[in-house]
């Protein structure tokens, strides 16, 4: 079959996190000559397939088979892909079947390499990704197979095929801050302590504000309220307590004890409870480093587009390898209807994308 063939038959497998619906034994089918790790914990699987050619570098090729819930709106049965006007419709056609079947088909249909080739595929993407990439990462660790390269066939272009190679991610800082007060009767405000009235007093000092300046490859580290409540929804109780919610997609230049410095400077007059979850750490691939270089002279030699470098969007796997020491890179098909009803992507994108993992390959 040809790599539209093979998206398609990975588009018509049910895959929602963490089912893989039968999808992961077809793959390892498809890829037969491949030797198998395989692990299931807590209804979620992963797949590694790798077949050493010679001696030299481990390249991985890696990605994610399971998919958001369709949604409502659809056009379409969002598990029948329908070809129409050069796109393929179907959920899980940008985000990322088409990144599998491109790099799958590649990986196939290879011959020669110096060093070992593999795939890492994960039915936990889109969930909570505890057992998923980062659970396989570790297996391979102990078994002293960690490669040492990695392309995640995210969805990464912009407007055209070949504008973006993400070389990084920003990471993710949630935070839940509680203002203590003193509840009481709304007609003897002297008698109370309203959270609200104090936390009214800088609100506009900390929503929205930049923690830092960025850099060539990051945005500034921007803290984006998300949520505010407090009281009984009476008008004539003063609440006894606000919270507020927030979120940073953090960049190198800020962590978590910046934001604690930061949430200390405007409340440190007042009884406040901070509490801080980082969800994803950010990272960033050398620019010059051999996965970037090689891969983006594939892109040019096949779309003729030199790709820009970016880090822009939220949360992927490469986090997981880059936790790992692993170079690691993201690469795949536009991204403008992830998520979306009547997810689609042209066909030669997915061709293009195929051509473009090959010749990386072949450049090794």
């Known amino acids: ?12 497998f049910k895959s929602i996190t963490p089912n893989d619906d039968g999808a992961m034994e077809f793959i390892k089918n498809y890829l037969g000559e491949y030797e198998v790790i395989e692990s299931e914990k807590e209804g979620v699987k992963n797949l590694f397939l790798y077949k050493k050619f010679g001696d030299g570098e481990h390249l991985c090729f ?13 056009n379409t049965n969002p598990f029948e892909p329908v070809e129409k006007d050069g796109f393929i419709y179907a959920r899980g056609a940008q985000d990322m079947k088409s990144g599998v079947a491109a790099f799958l088909y590649a990986l196939k249909h290879t011959k020669n390499f110096n060093g070992t080739l593999s795939a890492l595929i994960t039915s936990d993407e889109e969930g909570d990704a505890i057992w998923g990439t980062r659970y396989m990462l570790e297996i391979l660790k102990e078994k002293n197979m960690l490669p040492d390269y990695a392309i995640v066939a995210e969805p990464t272009c912009e407007k055209v095929f070949g504008d973006a190679i993400k070389i990084g991610r920003r990471g993710s800082i949630n935070g839940v801050l509680k203002k203590i ?4 009767h ?16 800088v609100l506009g000092k900390i929503a929205g504000v930049d923690l830092d300046n960025g850099d060539e490859y990051f945005a500034p580290s921007k803290f984006v309220v998300t949520d505010i409540r407090a009281g009984m929804e009476v008008t004539n109780v003063t609440p006894g307590e606000l919270k507020m919610m927030f979120n940073v997609r953090n960049n190198t230049h800020t962590d978590k004890e910046k934001i604690k410095k930061f949430i200390h400077k405007h409340f440190k007059d007042m009884n406040y409870q901070l509490e801080l979850k980082e969800s994803a750490k950010p990272f960033i691939t050398n620019p010059n480093t051999k996965v970037v270089k090689t891969l983006d002279k594939a892109i040019k030699k096949v779309t003729n587009i030199t790709p820009k470098y970016s880090t822009a969007g939220g949360t992927s796997d490469a986090r997981f390898f880059a936790e790992k020491g692993v170079k690691v890179v993201e690469f795949g098909v536009k991204n403008d209807t992830i998520h979306a009803p009547n997810e689609r992507t042209s066909k030669d994108e997915v061709v293009n994308l195929s051509k473009v993992f090959s010749e990386v390959i072949r450049e090794w």
């Open 1 to 12: 079959m040809d790599v539209i063939e093979l998206f398609k038959k990975l588009l018509k």
């Open 62 to 74: 890696a990605g994610h088979i399971d998919v958001v819930p369709p949604g409502v709106g659809w």
């Open 181 to 184: 007060g003193k509840q009481g």
């Open 186 to 201: 709304a007609a003897y405000p002297e008698k109370s302590i309203n959270p609200i009235h104090k936390v009214a007093k």
